[in-house]
């Protein structure tokens, strides 16, 4: 079989690179995995849809965003 050699100069700078993006997306998995187990944890709530969305609406309409 045959071989090939590959020169990276920059290898090291690379392979961190792939390391920090590794741990930036295991990091956003865990912050969405907590949401999840909050939301979870908090149980039925007892607003229906139409009144999650007009209180969501309010608050990207209003002028704070609040």
Known sequence: MATMNVSLPYSSGYVRDL???HQERDDKIA?????VDEGLKSGI??????????????RVESPRGN
């Open 19 to 21: 390391i920090r993006k």
């Open 31 to 35: 912050a969405m995995q907590r949401f």
């Open 45 to 58: 709530g007892s607003r229906s849809k139409d009144d999650l969305f007009g209180a969501a609406r309010a």
